[in-house]
């Protein structure tokens, strides 16, 4: 819900010492617009060859499974980057790719699996702080940037991959675009037809990455020192 808006609006014209405009104005037609040209003609496979070569340049891992095989390649993956505190969200695309099993048999093994609850508020983001791994899906994935796109809301939570020491990204293969262009158009469209589009939107690339003026790289400064893609068929 958005508050306060023509009181914003007003004062901001009166500012510029002008009359506010309400009607009349027209979006212009740009006669170049190059934003949809790059990369804009590649097929699906070619945008995640383009994504699998940027990933080496963001330095993240990259994997391609079937949905089938998703379920498994997670668990080895869990398993070979030490195992829990795993935090994740809550989504039907857990049940959907079969991933609910796969905490289930890691809390078998008294691995702690921690799923977001929108009950337990300020409680969340201390366990996202002491987990080894967050796991998300992506919303929209950037192939130009290697960018995973998360919608947050209250089962979703930017702490999880953003808080710890690893971050796992599953990308279904139809959310992959060319570039942040049609990223937020795609936003934009969902939004003039009404659809829900969150007032938190995360746009992440790859581990935490940071360099001074000497560009001595410091990895995770702010954010998970490792990031793996699973991009999933």
Request: charged share 25%; hydrophobic share 35%; aromatic share 6%.
């Amino acid at each position: 819900m958005i508050q306060n808006r023509e009181r914003f609006l007003n004062q901001l014209a009166e500012k510029l010492n002008r009359e506010r405009k309400s009607s009349g104005v027209k979006k212009p037609e740009w006669n170049k617009q190059p934003q949809w040209d790059v990369l804009g003609t590649l097929t699906q496979e070619e945008l995640i060859d383009v994504l699998k070569e940027q990933c080496k340049v963001i330095q993240t891992t990259f994997k391609r499974v079937t949905a089938k095989e998703l379920p498994d390649t997670l668990q080895q993956t869990i398993y070979k980057n030490g195992k829990g505190p795993i935090i994740t969200t809550v989504d039907e695309r857990n049940n959907m790719y079969g991933l609910m099993d796969v905490y289930e048999k890691l809390r078998s093994e008294n691995v702690e699996v921690h799923l977001w609850d929108e009950h337990l508020e300020t409680e969340n983001i201390s366990i996202a702080e002491r987990a080894n791994i967050g796991i998300t899906f992506s919303d929209i994935t950037l192939a130009e940037s290697g960018t995973v796109t998360l919608l947050n809301n209250k089962y979703n939570s930017r702490s999880i991959s953003l808080l710890p020491k690893i971050y796992i990204a599953i990308i279904p293969k139809d959310t992959i675009v060319p570039r942040l262009s049609q990223a937020t158009q795609k936003l934009h469209k969902q939004h003039q037809q009404g659809q829900h589009v969150p007032s938190c939107v995360s746009f992440i690339t790859g581990p935490s990455n940071s360099a001074d003026i000497e560009s001595n790289l410091v990895v995770g400064v702010h954010g998970p020192v490792k990031a793996i893609y699973i991009v999933v068929d």
